[in-house]
C-alpha cells in the first residue's frame, strides 16, 4: 500500500516537473492544434482512428507539429496493445522482441499490437526490413513518424504498405493558441505581442513555441508572483527582438522587396529580405513570391530564374527556417542579378483580352482532334502536317482562329535569352 502510494506521488511531481509540451499533450483528437486536413470530423484519418481500423502509416511532417501526439492518442483509443520505440535507441533484436511478443499475444488472446516506432527513418535497410515480414503479414501495425521525406528514407516495400500522411507546419494561429493554452498551465497572462512575437518565432514548431512559454514564464516570475509575460521576455525567451510592421507594414515591406529585385538592386533585396525574416514572415508567403516574380518580371529573359525560384520554394518547405534562409537568398541574388523582362506578363494579359473578344474562336478543321472513330469523315485533321516531318522541324501552317490570326501577343525583349529568339524562332520568322 505504501509502496503505491509514493509511486503515485513520485509519478505525480515527475508530471509538474515535465516539460510543457508533454503537460500539453492532447488527450482527444478534438485537443489537437492544427492538422485539420487530417483530423477535421470526417477526414479519413480522424475516422481510422476513431473506428480503430488503422492500418500501417507513415506520419510525415517538421518537428513539433504533432507525429508522436497523434500517436499516443492512437494508444488512448485503441483495442490492440500500443509498443513504442525509437529508432534513435532501438536496434534489430528490440524489434525482433516485439515481433515475438505480437505472435505469441495474437496466439494467446487475439489480440493485435501496434508498434510506433519514432525517427524511423534512422532506421537503416536492414533494420527496416526486420519490420517488413510483420507489417506485411498484419502481425504488427506500424505507425512511423519522421521529419525526413520517407520517399527517400524508408524502404519502397514498407512505404507501399503503408499510408503516408503529411502533416504540416503550424501556422502562426495555431502557435498562438498553442501557447495560450501553455501560459493557462502555467498559471500565467500574456501582452498580445508578446504572443505575438513568440508564435513568429516558433518556425511552425508547437513544441520550440512551448519551450519559448516556459522560458518566458521563468523572466516573468522574477518580477514577482504574479506571472505576466511582457514583450521583452518573450524577445529573451527566443533570442530575438521584435521587428514591429503592421498590417500594412506588411505589404509596404514586400513591395519594397519585389521592386528591388525587379530593379537589379542584389543588396537591397538581401536588406528587405532579411527584414521579413526577422519580423517573423511566412518563408512560404516569401517563397510563393519570388515565384511569380520569376515569370512576371523576367520570365523568357532567363527561363532558368523559374528554376531556382521554385527550387528555393521546395526547399522551404523541405528544410525550413532557419537554414532556408540560404536558399532564399541564393534565390533573390540569382534573381536580382537576371536580365529583366515583362514580356511573358504582357503575352497573357493580350491573349486573354483576345480570348474575351472577336468572334466564336472556332477550332480550324485541321487542329481539330482526329484520333477517334468518325472523325475523318467530319474532315477533322485534314490538311494538317506534322512539323517533325520537315528537315527543318517547322512547317508554315497556321494555328489561329480565323478571326485573330494576326495578332502577336509575345514580342521578345532584347535582353538576355530573348534577345536570341528573333533569330531562333522559326514561327516567328514565319
Known sequence: MSDDLFSAAAEARLVGRSPLAARLRPRSLDDVVGQRHLLSPG????????????????????????????????????????????????????VREIIAEARHRLGE???????????????????????????????????GATTENPHFEVNPPLMSRSTLFRLHAL?????????RRGLEIEGASADDEAITHLA?????????????????????????????????????????????????????????????????DADAGLYWLARMLEAGEDARFIARRLVIL??????????????????????VEFVGLPEAQLNLAQAVIHLA???????????????????RGAGAGEVPAHLRDAHYKG????????????????????????????????LVFYDPSPHGHEDELEEDWPGRQG
Open 43 to 94: 477526414k479519413p484519418l480522424r475516422a481510422l482512428i476513431e473506428s480503430d481500423r488503422l492500418s500501417s502509416v507513415i506520419f510525415w511532417g517538421p518537428p513539433g507539429t504533432g507525429k508522436t501526439s497523434l500517436a499516443r492518442l492512437v494508444a488512448s483509443t485503441t483495442e490492440k496493445v500500443f509498443e513504442e520505440l525509437s529508432a534513435v535507441t532501438a536496434s534489430v533484436k528490440d
Open 109 to 143: 488472446r487475439g489480440a493485435g499490437t501496434i508498434l510506433f516506432l519514432d525517427e524511423v527513418h534512422r532506421f537503416n535497410k536492414a533494420q527496416q526490413d526486420t519490420l517488413l515480414p510483420a507489417v506485411e503479414e498484419g502481425l504488427i501495425v506500424l505507425i
Open 171 to 179: 501556422t502562426e494561429d495555431d502557435v498562438a493558441e498553442l501557447i
Open 200 to 264: 513568429a518565432r516558433s518556425g511552425g514548431d508547437g513544441r520550440h513555441a512551448l519551450t519559448g512559454v516556459e522560458v518566458a514564464v521563468a523572466l516573468a516570475s522574477e518580477r514577482g508572483r504574479h506571472l505576466h509575460v511582457t514583450l521583452p521576455d518573450a524577445e529573451g525567451a527566443v533570442d530575438a527582438k521584435a521587428v514591429r510592421y503592421g498590417r500594412d507594414g506588411h505589404y509596404d515591406v514586400i513591395s519594397a522587396f519585389i521592386k528591388s529585385i525587379r530593379g537589379s
Open 294 to 315: 520569376a515569370s512576371e518580371d523576367i520570365g523568357m529573359a532567363d527561363p532558368q530564374s523559374l528554376l531556382i525560384a521554385n527550387a528555393a520554394a521546395q526547399a
Open 337 to 355: 542579378t537576371a536580365p529583366k523582362s515583362n514580356r511573358v506578363t504582357t503575352a497573357i494579359f493580350a491573349a486573354r483580352e483576345a480570348a
Open 375 to 406: 472523325a475523318a469523315s467530319l474532315g477533322h485533321g485534314d490538311g494538317y502536317r506534322l512539323p517533325h516531318n520537315d528537315p527543318s522541324g517547322w512547317v508554315d501552317q497556321s494555328y489561329w482562329p480565323e478571326e485573330v490570326a494576326d
